[in-house]
């Protein structure tokens, strides 16, 4: 890269930041969660038009990038460098990072199925544990797609679980999916499913009976902070 093409480039980049309502999605999404371009516009404070314009700004100069989940799409940062970047501008402004509010119901925010594997904000923790133990690994092509590593299959396989089932499977193996309440991704694809399986028979969690609430479980409680770490909020 010339030394001209940089400072070309970093003009551009900084010129994509300095715009206050682009400036105020990016640092909205400095929590590492994905929004909507009609969240973002009303953060923004301009029109759902006008968000567009700008969210496509960004994504011009590499800095969000799309998610699409079912008919919706997302927006996040479009990775750590850019992360650290804005992170070291606002320490430069001395404002700290906005925090995430979630408008979710509890009940439903902190645990629930999502097709057949498990959703919220107990299930984002489990997702993070299993990629911060490195049991699971992110794939090097696609950042949604994971592998299940030496130390994960052990982990796995002392916990009971039929790893072969999942190798014959014709969907994929792990995957991230984006939970709409956190913003963030939890474990979907095959495994996602055993992980669930797994939860409901140890009894980890009760079903709503008529709805996709899951109820944390004494046991449940004990067992997620035992084996990732992770304690729900209450």
Not at 17 to 34: N, V
Not at 53 to 59: E, G, Q
Not at 69 to 98: D, F, M, N, S
Request: net charge positive.
């Amino acid at each position: 890269m010339s030394v001209h093409f940089a400072d070309t480039r970093l003009a551009e980049i900084a010129a994509a930041i300095a715009e206050p309502a682009r400036a105020r999605m990016l640092c909205a999404l400095m929590d590492g969660r994905a929004r909507t371009s009609t969240e973002l516009a009303a953060i923004a404070e301009v029109t759902a038009s006008t968000a567009s314009t700008h969210l496509s700004k960004l994504r011009d100069q590499e800095l969000v990038q799309v998610l699409a989940q079912g008919k919706h799409r997302y927006y996040q940062l479009a990775g750590e460098q850019v992360a650290a970047a804005i992170e070291a501008l606002l320490h430069i402004a001395a404002i700290p990072t906005p925090k995430f509010s979630p408008t979710t119901p509890q009940r439903l925010r902190q645990a629930r199925t999502c097709y057949d594997h498990l959703a919220g904000e107990i299930a984002v923790g489990i997702h993070d544990a299993m990629l911060r133990k490195a049991w699971l690994l992110i794939d090097a092509e696609d950042s949604t797609k994971y592998a299940i590593s030496e130390q994960g299959h052990v982990v796995f396989s002392e916990l009971g679980w039929n790893l072969s089932n999942i190798d014959k499977s014709r969907r994929k193996k792990a995957c991230a999916c984006l939970d709409w309440s956190e913003r963030k991704p939890h474990l979907g694809g095959a495994l996602g499913a055993l992980l669930l399986r797994y939860a409901m028979q140890q009894q980890w969690f009760e079903a709503d009976l008529e709805g996709r609430a899951l109820s944390l479980t004494s046991k449940g409680k004990r067992q997620l902070k035992k084996l990732f770490d992770v304690v729900p909020q209450t």
